[in-house]
Nanobody, 125 residues
């Protein structure tokens, strides 16, 4: 079993930056792909970014390219999501998730097996 804990969310102003962390425990972290998703009130959960277990390739949703950066530190069992130039529409609960490497696209929400509890990000205008 794997437990995931997100942290780093909070209330910021438009244009600010945040770095979210996703810490894993329970099993070796380095063999999983890791994705970041978010869910705003009354909206579906959406894919943001993901990083593969090896060689650490990353994929981004078009609407975050150039603003968000995903990275991982396998030695610390932690994946990060750096978010720059935040906008009010980025307000949501942010989740990280793990999956076994597989053919399904990294954007596929249903391919992820383990989920964190989420961290709230609120961006004021």
């Amino acid at each position: 079993q794997v437990q995931l804990v997100e942290s780093g969310g909070g209330l910021v102003q438009a244009g600010d930056s945040l770095r979210l962390s996703c810490a894993a425990s329970g099993r070796a972290f380095s063999s999983y792909d890791v994705g970041w998703f978010r869910q705003a009130p009354e909206k579906e959960r959406e894919f943001l970014a993901a990083i593969t277990w090896s060689p650490g390739n990353s994929v981004y949703a078009d609407f975050v390219k150039g603003r968000f950066t995903v990275s991982r530190d396998n030695a610390k069992n932690t994946v990060y999501l750096r978010m720059n130039s935040l906008k009010p529409e980025d307000t949501a609960v942010y989740y990280c998730a793990l999956r076994d490497p597989q053919p399904a696209a990294l954007e596929t929400l249903s391919s992820y097996k383990y989920w964190g509890q989420g961290t709230q990000v609120t961006v004021s205008s």
